[in-house]
């Protein structure tokens, strides 16, 4: 089973301000195919998880352009280029080169 | 624009078995495109995807947490575009909220999420 691990557990910060998610895996995620099977996904409060990532990079329909991602292999990050206070939530990374193990989760919060 | 929605009882009875309908709307799922899975959220722990099946009856289960598996029947209706999770056997520790989730058959990204069904299993 491949593990998923996230730094922090918790992230606060002051709106307008960026913010950066680490997720590490312990096995490779990059494809042969050049992709890293990797998504991000954020729950709201109330709310199911969304997908704002798949496959490394793409972005899934109507994620604002302030969200970025970046990495490969194993190291990977999700950016928050100025966090609004609508971007509060717990952000998950998860594998999907194997059996789907997500990560334990970083909780994004306004100061 | 597909929209899926849990059902069935919050509460069930320890060594009871669990089972949960997932009614889509807006879309079939009879495409040969997707898989429709069920991810549960136990409190305060991490997310776990259970299973996934396909129209045609394929179905695939996470192997990674055994006495889950052996424990995991899915099934689908195509003509109540409905697709089910019977757990048998639940304990405490399968209280959690169960969702139901869209991914394609070429990749594990869950695109369409219903909002969740909270189960509590009680001895």
């Known amino acids: 089973e491949i593990v998923m691990t996230q730094s922090p557990l918790s992230l606060p910060v002051t709106p307008g301000e960026p913010a950066s998610i680490s997720c590490r895996s312990s096995?490779?995620?990059?494809?042969?195919?050049?992709?890293?099977?990797l998504d991000w996904y954020v729950q709201k409060p109330g709310q199911s998880p969304q997908l704002l990532f798949y496959?490394?990079?793409k972005r899934a329909s109507g994620v604002p352009d302030r969200f970025s991602v970046g990495g490969s292999g194993t190291d990977f990050t999700l950016k928050i280029s100025r966090v609004e206070a609508e971007d509060v939530g717990i952000y998950y990374c998860?594998?999907?080169?194997?059996?789907?193990?997500f990560g334990g989760g970083t909780r994004v919060e306004i100061k | 624009q597909l929209q899926l929605q849990e059902s069935g009882p919050g509460l069930v009875t320890s060594s009871e078995s669990l089972s949960l309908t997932c009614t889509a709307s807006g879309g079939s799922i009879s495409t040969d495109n997707y898989y429709w899975g069920w991810v549960r959220q136990s409190p305060g722990k991490e997310l776990e995807w259970i299973a996934s099946i396909h129209h045609s009856g394929q179905t695939y289960r996470n192997p990674f947490h055994l006495s889950l598996k052996s424990r995991v029947t899915m099934s689908i209706d195509t003509s109540k575009n409905q697709f089910s999770l019977n757990l048998r056997s639940v304990t405490a520790a399968d209280t959690a909220v169960y969702y139901c989730?869209?991914?394609?058959?070429?990749?594990?990204?869950?695109?369409?999420w219903g909002q969740g069904a909270a189960v509590t299993v009680s001895s």
């Open positions: 989730a869209r991914h394609t058959v070429y990749y594990y990204a869950f695109d369409v």
């Open positions: 496959l490394g990079s």
């Open positions: 096995q490779s995620l990059l494809y042969a195919n050049g992709y890293n099977y």
């Open positions: 998860m594998q999907a080169m194997q059996t789907p193990t």
